[in-house]
């Protein structure tokens, strides 16, 4: 799946962008109590390093992000920037019945 949008920034100018996303079910991959999600983000061409922030509304258990130190949770916020284009995976455990 893939999604964009166009915004016109005038020179000298800043704008903020926020997209909301529900992850499909079949693209989440459980194995007994431990989920995760592999995402991809793609640096656009002529951009520098624009930040980028993950937020989920579960707890994750761990997250990593290509190019930088895993991180460990719980946690549900993750910040980087688009130097380079990211690969993120997110893991998170389901609540036991």
């Not at 962008?17 to 194995?31: A, D, H, M, N, Q």
């Not at 989920?35 to 579960?58: E, I, M, S």
């Amino acid at each position: 799946l893939s999604f964009g949008t166009l915004l016109v920034v005038p020179p000298g100018e800043t704008r903020s962008l926020t997209l909301v996303y529900r992850l499909p079910k079949e693209r989440i991959v459980c194995s007994r109590r431990l989920c995760t999600y592999l995402l991809d983000v793609q640096k656009q061409a002529g951009t520098a390093a624009v930040p980028l922030r993950v937020t989920t509304d579960v707890k994750l258990r761990a997250a990593s992000v290509s190019g930088e130190r895993p991180l460990r949770g719980p946690l549900s916020e993750i910040d980087t920037d688009l130097r380079v284009d990211r690969h993120i995976r997110l893991e998170w455990e389901t609540p036991g019945h």
